[in-house]
């Protein structure tokens, strides 16, 4: 039986890693990469038993690993309502962007199970991903079913190795610090990550209260409920106890200086912490919220806000340009206008939440790559392997080398496309990069040995993405965790020997 994809024979192109980039051809067959050749000799003669195949010329083109965007949010019910890209509108937003893999989050319910919650967003998800995908666990309560089941979905048969903890949404999904840090430990146990929103949920609470009996109602409230220096509180908060419960941490969504601060200081003293701006804040700022317009500025909320200082946005570039931020990512959670409106007259009932699955990489490529500040392997590190090797799945995932999934972008360093929300591949009605032209295209995407996006056109079908099962134990993340467990040891002063003082009475006869 003929396949539905041919083997394809990628030639002429520069293939981009992290480590190294050289002008290579590329065979891929049956969904893998089995050839990469220096010497250009790969041709049709490659292929055997008369199998169909296709040739891609990529001359002058980057033939690079898919993008990985590990924080996404495909339908989530929030606030309310449920956001509007599901799994199949996400996915396909994400390979018209030059991304394959998306790793999104279970979020259950305070009182939810977490097993139940997980089998949910697994039927949600596997109907509908046109690409892979894998998930990420929220825990948003504590007790002993918890604590249980976290040691439940860390095993081979459902995949998850990353454990997400709010620290913001206060009555929502926050859980308390002591909640946090027994979860850390609990994940130190597994040998599975904490990833952490970190914001001050009460604080923003009474801000939110103080704001609305001031009158203030729009949008602009929301960034005036949080600010900054509770993000970089709560990032604080979170690195130390990490540190104390013995657990890497992973930081969703940096959107300010002082967070990525925060980062690199207690990185510098040796703690495990990556730290994860999401294009969003790479690309637009915070003087959107001031727009008297509500369903523009109402379109801009999510959280943290998109910080009020118009050079954050260079900043948290130029600090994964040195490696002190790591990943890049996009919390795609998007909300329609008419959605939006639910906080017409409170600004704290606006569903949070924007797009960036589709643009992220060309986002990153303009203001990393185009702007001079990176080289295109470490684009790669940023866009895709750096999130493989974190979440174990490196290198099957982002790497072009022999045996790795065939997971491929043909990227256009010279093309340039103007972003807007009437040509973009998502469900929602509105785009934070409406009208930013970005240098750096996705032409061809593959996923897994099949073009799915080529001249501006997608060739998908609802389901045909594979869920990838991420396993615990990274020597990425706990190599060095380990040996500190191992070497740590409470101090106990041995007191047996220790007579009772003498009373005063005693002494003075
Ligand atoms: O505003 C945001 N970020 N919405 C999605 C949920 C979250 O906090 O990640
Ligand atoms: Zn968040
Ligand atoms: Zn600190
Ligand atoms: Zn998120």
Redesign the pocket.
């Known amino acids: 039986m003929t396949e539905k994809r041919p083997h394809l024979i990628i030639k002429n192109g520069t293939v981009v890693n992290d480590d190294f980039m050289i002008k290579a051809d590329v065979l891929v067959m049956h969904g893998k990469i089995v050839a990469v050749d220096v010497n250009g000799n790969l041709s049709e003669k490659s292929i055997e038993n008369d199998e169909p195949y296709r040739i891609i010329d990529a001359t002058d083109k980057y033939v690079i690993p898919g993008g990985i965007d590990p924080?996404t949010?495909m339908q989530?019910p929030?606030m309310g309502q449920v956001?509007a890209d599901d799994f199949f509108s996400g996915t396909c937003a994400a390979v018209a962007g030059g991304t394959t893999m998306i790793i999104d989050?279970v979020?259950p319910e305070k009182d939810e199970n977490i097993i139940k919650a997980y089998e949910k967003w697994r039927e949600w998800a596997d109907a509908k991903v046109v690409c892979d995908y894998g998930l990420s666990m929220a825990i948003t309560n504590w007790n002993e079913d918890v604590e249980f089941s976290m040691g439940e979905v860390v095993k081979s048969e459902y995949g998850i190795n990353s454990f997400k903890f709010?620290l913001?949404?206060k009555n929502v999904?926050m859980v308390t610090d002591d909640q946090f840090y027994r979860g850390m430990k609990r994940c130190s146990e597994l040998g599975a990550l904490a990833r952490v929103?970190a914001e001050n949920g009460s604080v923003i609470h009474e801000k939110q209260r103080e704001l609305i009996k001031q009158g203030v109602l729009g949008p602009e409230g929301h960034t005036q409920s949080r600010p900054e220096e509770l993000e970089a509180e709560a990032t604080h908060r979170a690195c130390t106890l990490a540190e104390q419960a013995f657990c890497p941490l992973y930081v969703?969504?940096v959107m300010s200086k002082g967070a990525a601060k925060v980062i690199a200081r207690h990185r510098q003293r040796g703690s495990v912490v990556f730290g994860e701006p999401i294009a969003a804040a790479l690309g637009v700022d915070g003087s959107h919220y001031y727009d008297p317009d509500f369903n523009h500025a109402a379109g801009f909320?999510?959280?943290?806000p998109l910080s009020r200082d118009p050079t954050t946005p260079a900043a948290l570039m130029d600090l994964l340009a040195c490696g002190q931020l790591h990943v890049t990512a996009t919390?795609n959670?998007t909300f329609n206008c008419q959605q939006k409106r639910m906080g017409f007259n409170d600004f704290t009932k606006i569903?949070?939440?924007?797009n960036g699955v589709e643009d992220r990489m060309s986002v990153v490529w303009e203001m990393g790559v185009h702007s001079g500040k990176i080289t295109p392997m470490r684009f790669v590190a940023i866009t895709s392997s750096t999130a493989a090797r974190i979440f174990n799945c490196y290198p099957q995932k982002g790497r072009i080398a022999v045996d790795s999934d065939a997971d491929i972008v043909i990227w256009n360093p010279t093309a340039s496309r103007t972003i807007s929300a009437d040509t973009h591949h998502h469900a929602h009605d509105f785009n934070i990069f409406e009208g930013m032209l970005v240098h750096g295209v996705p032409e061809i995407t593959i996923s897994r040995g099949r073009v799915v996006w080529e001249n501006n056109k997608l060739d998908v079908s609802p389901g045909e993405g594979n869920f990838v099962k991420l396993s615990p134990n990274c020597d990425y993340v706990y190599r060095s965790i380990n040996v500190r467990k191992a070497n740590y040891h409470p101090m106990v002063v041995d007191r047996k020997e220790c007579e009772p003082r003498k009373q005063k009475s005693e002494l003075s006869v």
């Not at 569903?351 to 924007?354: E, H, R």
């Open positions: 924080h949010h989530l929030f956001a989050f979020i709010f913001a949404y999904f929103h969703v969504h909320v999510l959280s943290p919390d959670c569903p949070n939440g924007v």
